[in-house]
C-alpha cells in the first residue's frame, strides 16, 4: 500500500464531491423556485375559483383554457339532459336548469362585449337626454355556434323546463292572491 499515490485519490474525490455539491445546490434552487412558484399558482387557483364561485360557475373550470372550460360545461348540459330524459324529477329538472345556466352564464361572461355609445341630442316628447345605443358584440363566432347548436339540440328539454317555469310562475300567482 506504500506504493498507491494518496495525492491522486483525493484529487478524484475531492472533484466527486465538488460535482455532488453543485448539484445539490441547483435542486435546491429549483426546489426553492417551485416553491415560489406554486404559492403564486395556488394564490391565483384560489382566487380563480372565488370569482367562478360569486359567478355562480362550477369552480372545476379554475386553470382551464376556453376551449377546455366550454367542453366541461357542454359535457354537463349533455349529460343532465341525458338523466332528464330517463327520470323526470324535481331533481333532474334542477340539474339540468342549473347546467344550462352555467354553460349560458360562461358564454355571456366570455363571449360577448357590450358596448354604450352615449347618442348626442334630447328626446322630443320628454326633453331628455337620448338613451345610449347598446351594440352586443360577439367575440368567438365558434363559441356562439357552439351555443346555438347545443341550444338546438336540447330545445326539447329547453322547452318542457319553460313550461315548468310557467307552472311555478302560475303557483306562485295563485298564492300571491
Wanted: hydrophobic content about 40%; glycine content about 6%.
Amino acid at each position: 500500500m506504500a506504493g498507491v499515490d494518496p495525492l491522486g485519490q483525493s484529487l478524484y474525490f475531492q472533484a466527486t464531491a465538488a460535482a455532488q455539491q453543485q448539484i445539490a445546490a441547483k435542486k435546491k434552487n429549483e426546489t426553492e423556485k417551485t416553491k415560489k412558484t406554486s404559492f403564486k399558482a395556488i394564490f391565483q387557483k384560489v382566487q380563480e375559483e372565488t370569482e367562478l364561485e360569486a359567478d355562480g360557475l362550477p369552480i372545476e373550470l379554475a386553470g382551464m383554457d376556453m376551449e377546455s372550460a366550454v367542453i366541461f360545461l357542454k359535457d354537463n348540459v349533455d349529460i343532465a339532459g341525458e338523466v332528464l330524459k330517463n327520470s323526470q324529477t324535481p331533481e333532474t329538472f334542477g340539474k339540468y336548469k342549473k347546467a344550462v345556466g352555467q354553460f349560458l352564464r360562461y358564454l355571456e361572461k366570455n363571449n360577448f362585449e357590450v358596448v354604450k355609445i352615449q347618442r348626442r341630442g334630447i328626446n322630443r316628447r320628454t326633453k331628455k337626454k337620448l338613451d345610449p345605443r347598446v351594440q352586443v358584440k360577439i367575440i368567438n363566432m365558434k363559441l356562439d355556434q357552439l351555443a346555438s347548436d347545443m341550444l338546438f339540440n336540447h330545445r326539447n328539454n329547453l322547452a318542457l323546463l319553460a313550461r315548468l317555469e310557467e307552472l311555478n310562475g302560475l303557483i306562485i300567482d295563485i298564492i300571491a292572491a
